[in-house]
């Protein structure tokens, strides 16, 4: 397969040495029969595991009744998968999309019209943040590797240092529109902005009136034990993006707003074929209740206890590994040397997870995960880390 697909595909993955024949629950199967745990989650996708019974039933019941139809019909799955967030969250309005970084272009074109009704125009974001692959997300994107040879990007764009309360007061303004935050950074290495950074992005909103962006995408959904992560802290934004668990394993992304800017955008003025497609919809919502039927709460408790056993190894390895990171089952293992390297050694222990901005070990798992499958993580990257 690897000699097949490197003759076909561009070559721009960097991928396990796995060809996959099934997956079921935290376990994906290779055609040889191994086992690997999933401590990947499909990139903080499959938040309820592979296979689960309620995404199944929801995908099935709806490609019965219709897979795609157009946004030029009401669809059911989209009305009350929108009003399930909007029960949920502190929004109001939904716009769906495929992808995360089709929803970052969508809140990107909001940003901008609304700060073209309002006088504002810079769009600020922070280093180490990642928002996509698109031209509107990579704008707002500071790292060279994403971005080399293929610019120009959008103008009037400002990527800062993140958690520096200083340069930040010294950047916004009454030009600014936007600012942009990943309340955990995903590809960033899992820092998490310090309750000082948070709370001079909410007194400068105050002064200057800018718009608030939280890129949920990968925080989002319960990952971090509540519906989005900046419920962690205080604050509250004008608009979300999400992605990846929403649809739970189908392609599924959105923006959710506030009500003030429900009216931003004239009919056809934003849009897309498959946006909102009715079985990712449907499974988006069983995704959902089963956060809300205490998969959300489990997220919470088994977040704490694998946050207590990454802190007993890095007392345990204190030359190897220097600092625990995130929120809930979104949580990232600080090394001083290549994080490559151990997800090799760990995927030849047959557990699967990867490395996030060079020297972090993501832990991204699904979040119905056991104690007892942390437990066996555990125990393997504990004898990984000694071998090495
Ligand atoms: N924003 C964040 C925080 C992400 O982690 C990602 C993907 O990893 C994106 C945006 C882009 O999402 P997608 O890959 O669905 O376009």
């Given at each position: 397969m690897k000699t097949r697909e490197s003759k076909v595909i561009f070559q721009t993955y960097k991928r396990y040495p796995i060809e996959v024949s099934h997956a079921k629950g935290c376990r994906i199967f290779d055609i040889n029969g191994n086992s690997y745990l999933d401590m990947l989650g499909g990139i903080a996708v499959n938040a309820l595991g592979h296979g689960h019974p309620a995404i199944i039933a929801a995908a099935k019941d709806q490609i019965d009744k219709y897979m795609h139809i157009s946004n030029y019909f009401y669809q059911a799955p989209q009305v009350e998968l929108a009003e399930k967030i909007v029960e949920m969250s502190c929004f109001d309005r939904i716009f769906f999309s495929n992808s995360g970084t089709e929803a970052m272009e969508g809140a990107i074109k909001l940003v901008r019209k609304w700060g073209k009704q309002n006088g504002k125009s810079t769009l600020v974001a922070f280093s180490g943040g990642f928002h996509g692959r698109t031209y509107g997300a990579l704008s707002i994107m500071d790292k060279p590797a994403y971005k080399e040879d293929m610019g120009p990007f959008l103008d009037d764009t400002l990527v800062i240092p993140h958690n520096?309360?200083?340069?930040?007061?010294?950047?916004?303004?009454?030009?600014?529109?936007?600012?942009?935050?990943?309340?955990?950074?995903?590809?960033?290495?899992?820092?998490?902005?310090?309750?000082?950074?948070?709370?001079?992005?909410?007194?400068?909103?105050?002064?200057?009136?800018?718009?608030?962006?939280?890129?949920?995408?990968?925080?989002?959904?319960?990952?971090?034990?509540?519906?989005?992560?900046?419920?962690?802290?205080?604050?509250?934004?004008?608009?979300?993006?999400?992605?990846?668990?929403?649809?739970?394993?189908?392609?599924?992304?959105?923006?959710?707003?506030?009500?003030?800017?429900?009216?931003?955008?004239?009919?056809?003025?934003?849009?897309?074929?498959?946006?909102?497609?009715?079985?990712?919809?449907?499974?988006?919502?069983?995704?959902?209740?089963?956060?809300?039927?205490?998969?959300?709460?489990?997220?919470?408790?088994?977040?704490?206890?694998?946050?207590?056993?990454?802190?007993?190894?890095?007392?345990?390895?204190?030359?190897?590994?220097?600092?625990?990171?995130?929120?809930?089952?979104?949580?990232?293992?600080?090394?001083?040397?290549?994080?490559?390297?151990?997800?090799?050694?760990?995927?030849?222990?047959?557990?699967v997870a990867n490395a996030a901005s060079g020297t972090v070990l993501r832990l991204v798992p699904p979040l119905i995960i056991s104690y007892e499958e942390i437990t066996h993580f555990i125990e393997v990257l504990d004898n990984a880390l000694n071998e090495m």
């Open positions: 520096d309360v200083k340069t930040l007061e010294a950047t916004i303004n009454e030009k600014t529109a936007a600012v942009f935050l990943e309340f955990v950074q995903g590809e960033g290495g899992l820092s998490v902005p310090s309750n000082a950074f948070v709370s001079k992005i909410k007194e400068l909103k105050e002064k200057y009136g800018f718009l608030l962006v939280a890129d949920e995408i990968q925080a989002g959904i319960g990952r971090t034990g509540k519906l989005f992560g900046f419920e962690h802290f205080d604050i509250e934004p004008d608009l979300a993006t999400m992605a990846k668990g929403i649809g739970g394993g189908l392609p599924l992304g959105g923006i959710a707003a506030k009500e003030f800017l429900a009216g931003i955008w004239n009919k056809g003025q934003h849009g897309t074929t498959y946006g909102g497609n009715a079985v990712a919809c449907a499974t988006g919502l069983a995704v959902l209740k089963e956060l809300e039927n205490g998969v959300m709460d489990h997220v919470q408790k088994v977040g704490n206890f694998l946050e207590k056993k990454l802190l007993n190894i890095r007392d345990k390895y204190k030359d190897k590994v220097t600092e625990v990171r995130g929120i809930g089952l979104m949580r990232g293992l600080a090394l001083n040397f290549d994080a490559a390297l151990l997800v090799e050694k760990l995927v030849q222990k047959r557990v």
